[in-house]
Each structure stands twice: as C-alpha cells, then as structure tokens.
C-alpha cells in the first residue's frame, strides 16, 4: 500500500476535530468516519484499505436511514479508499459528492479529479 506523505495524514486527522468545533456533532452523521480517519493517519497499513470503505459505504445507508447528511470531508474520504484499491470510477462519483454538498472543497476535490484550478 502506499505511504501517505506526512502532511495529508495531519490534514485528515485534523479535519473532524475541527469540524467539530463548528457544528454540533449531532447534525452530521459521524458512523466510523471519525476512526476510519484516524486509523489511516495514526495506524497506516493495520487495517486494509477495503476494510475501511466498507466501513464507511455501511455509514452512507446509516445516515440515509437517520435522515442525516454525512460530514465535511466524508466522501473525499471513501473516494481516497477507492482510489487506493483501484475503484476509479467510484473514487471519482465520491470527489463530486464532496465537491457538490461542500463547494468550499472544489479546488481540492478538483486537484483530486486531475482539473485544473482556473485562473
């Protein structure tokens, strides 16, 4: 599996703790997007990629069942996983989620699909 680079883990594990501080936690629909984070950012490589989408594909029906939106970051999430293990068209269908139900994502989401920032 390939190694994240320093930078992108502390950006991940950062991302839910500050979220947090902005919105109540019972808004959002957390699942194990919280743990799944931090088992790629503190403990890479003990828990299969696969595993982890898994997890996180079991909280999108959660919280369609609970009427409850996912979180920021939640989608870019599980499109990295799928990137990882080779499921491109599923990664790319969850980097457009992210960017269309958080349009402040856009310009990351869009360095993720290969666009281009426009000038």
Request: neutral net charge.
């Amino acid at each position: 599996m390939k190694s994240l680079s320093p930078t992108f883990r502390i950006f991940w594990l950062l991302v839910p703790l500050a979220l947090v501080g902005c919105k109540s936690p019972d808004v959002y629909y957390w699942g194990h997007y919280e743990s799944v984070v931090y088992a790629i950012c503190a403990k890479p490589g003990n828990t299969s990629p696969e595993q982890l989408a898994s997890q996180l594909e079991e909280d999108k029906y959660k919280a369609a069942s609970a009427n409850k939106p996912l979180p920021p970051g939640f989608h870019a999430q599980l499109g990295s996983l799928y990137a990882q293990i080779g499921k491109t068209d599923e990664a790319r269908r969850e980097y457009l989620l992210e960017k269309q139900n958080y349009p402040e994502s856009a310009v990351f989401m869009d360095a993720f699909l290969g666009n281009p920032p426009k000038k």
